[in-house]
Every structure is written in structure tokens, then in C-alpha cells.
Nanobody, 116 residues
Framework: QEQLVESGGGLVQPGGSLRLSCAAF????????MSWYRQAPGKERELVAG????????NYADSVKGRFTISRDNAKNTVYLQMNSLKPEDTAVYYC?????????WGQGTQVTVSS
């Protein structure tokens, strides 16, 4: 059964760092475009970062450029999101997404809270 499992969320002070992980099960991970999205209370889900299946071409939301880095390890079926210089406005539930043409999968989400 296809599954994405996120981990690494938590409470961090402004200016701090967190590394999110998303492990994939039940499908050929290396064939999928992988992304991280986030959803803050009362707001729509938004794209944070994405990475191509092979070659590692990345893209980022303007709000996180220079602070967040997405990467993947196809041998471990895992995608990562390194988040540095965190701000209170980064507080949200972060979701992992796997996508191919016409279909995809979502993880259950992991909470990131940036607060002093």
C-alpha cells in the first residue's frame, strides 16, 4: 500500500532549524516528483518546495528561498526539507506529496511551530 510518513516536526525558537523527513513506501519513489506543502490555521495549503525525480532540480516558494533546502535520497526512498532561520510565520502543518502525471499521494502531515 502506498504511504508517505513525515517526521521531524516540533517546537523551535525563531532563528532555529529543523529537518523534516518523508519516507515513502509501496511505490517506486524514484519515479515521482516530490514536494513539501504547508498549511497554517485558516489558510490554504501552499507549495513550499519541490524536487524532480532524477537530477535534483528544485524550486521554492519565494517566502522560503535562501532558508529552506529540499533534497532526496532515492536509495532510501526519502525526501528531506532542511529549514533554517525559521520565523513564526513558518508555523504550519507540513505535508509531503508524491506526484506523477494524473495521480499522487499525500502524507499525514507533521506540525512545525516557531515560537519563543
Amino acid at each position: 500500500q502506498e504511504q508517505l510518513v513525515e517526521s521531524g516536526g516540533g517546537l523551535v525558537q525563531p532563528g532555529g532549524s529543523l529537518r523534516l523527513s518523508c519516507a515513502a513506501f509501496g511505490f517506486t519513489f524514484s519515479n515521482f516528483y516530490m514536494s513539501w506543502y504547508r498549511q497554517a490555521p485558516g489558510k490554504e495549503r501552499e507549495l513550499v518546495a519541490g524536487i524532480t525525480s532524477i537530477g535534483g532540480i528544485t524550486n521554492y516558494a519565494d517566502s522560503v528561498k535562501g532558508r529552506f533546502t529540499i533534497s532526496r535520497d532515492n536509495a532510501k526512498n526519502t525526501v528531506y526539507l532542511q529549514m533554517n532561520s525559521l520565523k513564526p510565520e513558518d508555523t504550519a502543518v507540513y505535508y509531503c506529496n508524491a506526484r506523477r502525471t494524473g495521480y499522487g499521494y499525500w502524507g499525514q502531515g507533521t506540525q512545525v511551530t516557531v515560537s519563543s
